[in-house]
């Protein structure tokens, strides 16, 4: 007997997500379900869109991870560890200060690990995305039976690396990987939202090349400096969480992106935005 077809869409809120959403729904009549990993570090009109497109499309499963157990193991390394390693002592009252589970996936993963992720150390993919949709959705569905198919909008002209990407690909965990839109251009990808009178993620037009986490540690100057010059809240928000994982860690943390990727007016005027937001943040 054949297994039932599980066909799961991976939604990011961005516009090749979205093309995919719509292909599957309006013109092959799919049976599927969208997942959205939220790392808690998604830009608010993110989430609205999220909602926009539950009313256009179908619902959208949210996946968060929870790392309460994680920072509840480092409280114990802090107290034991670190104590033998005669780290001074205010350095550990000020890590177990901060070691608590705040809810905020990215801050929560940030303070057990007691840094942000970077682009040489980029564990946010796996711990954000990757993991907890093998635990969340992909583990118990082929563990009832399921064939599973995770259907991922990338396209070859993205870059070099996904051109070299198959269309369909069996993964050693047992699920099939699917890239409808592998061979679709970016026009193709708009053309299909105004087809079907679907809008963008309305941060393509207020200055974002992508969406995703915002920002993410990948993004470059011009997109960063957009970040700040039109949504200061964020700017703000990220150098609070800042504070806190430098708190959380025995090296004094590092900042989300190198310094030198920061716009020169947030270089300046960090120390005394984060001793503005004080209250704010320790009331997590
Ligand atoms: S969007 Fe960027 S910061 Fe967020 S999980 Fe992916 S790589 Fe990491």
């Known amino acids: 007997m054949s297994k039932p077809v599980a066909n799961i869409l991976n939604f990011s809120g961005g516009k090749d997500s979205t093309a995919m959403f719509i292909y599957a729904v309006k013109e092959l009549g799919v049976d599927i379900q969208a997942v959205f990993c939220d790392t808690g570090n998604e830009h608010p009109l993110t989430y609205d869109y999220l909602e926009y497109i539950e009313e256009e499309l179908g619902p959208i499963r949210r996946v968060r991870p929870d790392f309460s157990a994680q920072i509840e193991r480092k409280r114990m390394i802090v107290q034991t560890k670190w104590r033998a390693e005669g780290v001074p002592e205010e350095v550990i009252q ?63 002209q993205e870059s070099a690396a996904r051109a070299k990407l198959p269309e369909r690909e069996d993964t050693p965990e047992g699920y099939e990987i699917y890239r409808p839109l592998l061979h679709w251009s970016v026009e193709d990808v708009f053309a299909i939202h105004e087809k079907y009178g679907i809008e963008p993620n309305p941060l393509y037009k207020q200055g974002m090349g992508r969406v995703g986490c915002m920002p993410c540690i990948n993004c470059g100057k011009q997109e960063l400096f957009e970040i700040s010059r039109r949504f200061p809240a964020e700017i703000e928000r990220i150098a609070a969480w800042e504070e806190i994982v430098k708190q959380a860690s025995k090296g004094g943390g590092r900042n989300i992106l190198p310094i030198s990727k920061q716009p020169e007016h947030r270089r300046n005027s960090q120390r005394s935005r984060v001793e503005q937001n004080h209250t704010w943040w320790t009331e997590l």
């Open 94 to 156: 000020s890590a177990l200060n901060m070691l608590h589970p705040t809810g905020n996936p990215f801050l929560d993963m940030c303070i057990w690990k007691g840094r942000f992720p970077s682009t040489m150390m980029r564990f946010c993919t796996q711990e954000l995305k990757v993991i907890p949709n093998m635990e969340q959705v992909y583990m118990p569905l082929l563990e009832n039976g399921h064939k599973v198919i995770s259907w991922q909008g990338v396209r070859a």
